[in-house]
Every structure is written in structure tokens, then in C-alpha cells.
């Protein structure tokens, strides 16, 4: 290990993600991967109270959450940088983590030599989030600006692009979230608002429409 490496500890469920993660992070010349665990309890066993630099955590995790997991690593060093790596994109939950102490909210479609970068910009002083995500805090603390710019709103996200796009060469929900690392339900949430800004009632007016 190079004495100049941050310390790193991932925390997330989904397996095929989490070994992405430890392939990716285990090869970095920035950073020591500690560990990785699949639950909070998980993490909480396994840390010895040895420096951690940054936590990469998922939110939706089995038993207690990764907001949960954040104001239990900031009670116990402050100076351990907690970054969301997520599909969960509701105002809410966003306000929830940073009110808890997270440093930023990545979404888990951001490359990840993007996420490298940004976990490397957190460590230097900043915080980070993925711009659809920056665009919900924006709308949470202004809702006037929701109201001004609501026709930019109606204009489909990034990500409804990538699934219609999917869809029109005939992948189906399931392929859709395994290309995106997303669960049938999320994919099912993206499509219904699809179909509401867009006006359709069915895949194959989607396609057409689109």
C-alpha cells in the first residue's frame, strides 16, 4: 500500500455491483480499498476503528439504511467523508443524507472513473452530486424555480432517454435494469413517468411517439 492512499470502505448489497467496485477500486493507485460490506451491520463488525478517509454507501440497504450509516460513521470520526452511491432520486431522501453529513449523492449510472474523480474531489474540500440530483436539492430549497422552469422539467431526464432508447430495439424491463444496475421496480417508475410527460398509455405509442 502507498503511504499517500485514502483509505476507502464500500458498502453495498447488490454483489455484481459491489464487485465492480472492489475490481475498480483495488487496481487504484489513489486509493487502499480497506474493505467491503453488504449491510451496515456488516460494516459495523467488521471496523476496527482503523482511519477510514471516505465511505462510498448505498442507501437502500437490507436492515438499516445508509443514511443511517452515515450518522453512525460521523459520530464516530467526523472526519471521514460519506459519499451516496444510489438509484434513489426523490428530494427527500437527498435532504435525508445530507442532513445526515454526506459530502455527496452519486447515482450509480456515473462512470467509474468519474466516481474516482469526484471521491477525489470530496477529499480535497468539495462536495459532489450527480446533476440530476444537483437539479432536485435546487427545486427542494427553491420550489419557485420548479414553477418557472416547468417546461424544461417536462422534457424528458438523461436516463428516461437511455431507457426509451432501450426500448425502441426491443429490450425488455428485466435487461433494462440489468444494463443499468436497477431493479424492474425503478425501471417501471422511470417508464410510468415517461409515459406521463410524453402522453402515451403503452410501449408501442412510446416507440412510435418518440
Known amino acids: 500500500m502507498n503511504k499517500d492512499q485514502f483509505h476507502l470502505v464500500i458498502i453495498e448489497d447488490n454483489l455484481i455491483i459491489q464487485k465492480v467496485l472492489e475490481e475498480h477500486f483495488s487496481a487504484s493507485q489513489s486509493f487502499n480499498l480497506l474493505f467491503c460490506a453488504s449491510s451496515v451491520e456488516e460494516f459495523i463488525g467488521k471496523w476496527n476503528e482503523e482511519r477510514i478517509d471516505i465511505l462510498l454507501c448505498d442507501i437502500g440497504l437490507p436492515g438499516k439504511s445508509g443514511i443511517e450509516a452515515t450518522w453512525y460513521v460521523k459520530r464516530k470520526s467526523s472526519a471521514t467523508q460519506v459519499v451516496m452511491f444510489t438509484v434513489f432520486e ?121
Open 90 to 210: 426523490d428530494k427527500e431522501t437527498i435532504f435525508q443524507a445530507l442532513c445526515a453529513g454526506a459530502s455527496g449523492y452519486l447515482l450509480k449510472d456515473t462512470p467509474l472513473v468519474k466516481v474516482e474523480e469526484q471521491l477525489l474531489e470530496v477529499l480535497d474540500g468539495g462536495a459532489v452530486m450527480s446533476p440530476q440530483v444537483a437539479r432536485m436539492v435546487v427545486g427542494y430549497f427553491n420550489p419557485l424555480l420548479d414553477k418557472r422552469e416547468n417546461k424544461a422539467i417536462e422534457r424528458l431526464t438523461q436516463r428516461e432517454i437511455e431507457i426509451v432508447s432501450m426500448l425502441q430495439h426491443g429490450a425488455t424491463y428485466r435487461a433494462v435494469a440489468e444494463r443499468l444496475f436497477i431493479s424492474v421496480d425503478t425501471v417501471k417508475f422511470h417508464i410510468r413517468n415517461i409515459y406521463s410527460k410524453l402522453q402515451v398509455n403503452s410501449r408501442s405509442e412510446l416507440v412510435n411517439k418518440y
